[in-house]
């Protein structure tokens, strides 16, 4: 009779540890909960709230966020949205002066960074398209929270804008 009892306790244990590595696995990967709506950000990470950029965007679609940066509005996209891990992901950003005429003399690149882990350095070069948009294609590598900084060179001026995106 111990032996049985022990034999069951000793089966509860183990299904108990599978379940609760794989709990934290799906946590530490992003989980099922994870998807985050792209939105704009400051430099630290805290969200910009809506009020602050009622005046520059109007009713957007979930794969864009928008965000000032000194004299320019920063609109970024994602497609396909929501992102999957592994999958290539474009991105495309369109500049803006405050009245609405496109920034066709920018650079721009990116740094896909987790927040929350050491991630390789991924930073591609974005192409000028037209009409102020530049575009490029890269993977987000894992599941989690992903911040894209937008990083904007004009002449010898560089500034960053920065979102934040789960997946």
């Known amino acids: 009779m111990m032996k049985k009892i022990g034999f069951v306790a000793l089966i509860a244990l183990i299904v108990f540890a599978v379940f609760a590595m794989s ?78 005429n496109p920034i066709d003399d920018a650079s721009i690149s990116l740094d896909l960074t987790m927040p929350s882990m050491w991630m390789p350095p991924n930073q591609p070069d974005m192409q000028f398209v037209s009409d102020g948009k530049y575009s490029t294609t890269a993977p987000f590598t894992m599941r989690g929270g992903w911040r894209i900084e937008v990083i904007i060179t004009r002449g010898d001026q560089k500034q960053s804008v920065f979102f934040d995106v789960g997946l």
Do not use: C, W
Not at 32 to 43: I, N, P, R, T
Not at 85 to 99: C, E, I, K, M, R
């Open 23 to 100: 709990m934290r696995r799906s946590h530490m990967m992003g989980g099922a909960g994870a998807q985050q709506d792209l939105v704009a950000v400051s430099a630290d990470g805290g969200q910009i709230s809506l009020e602050e950029l009622a005046s520059i965007s109007a009713e957007l679609p979930k794969n864009t966020a928008v965000q000032q940066s000194g004299e320019m509005i920063v609109s970024l996209s994602l497609n396909p949205y929501p992102p999957s891990a592994g999958q290539p992901s474009q991105f495309d950003v369109a500049l803006t002066d405050l009245n609405g």
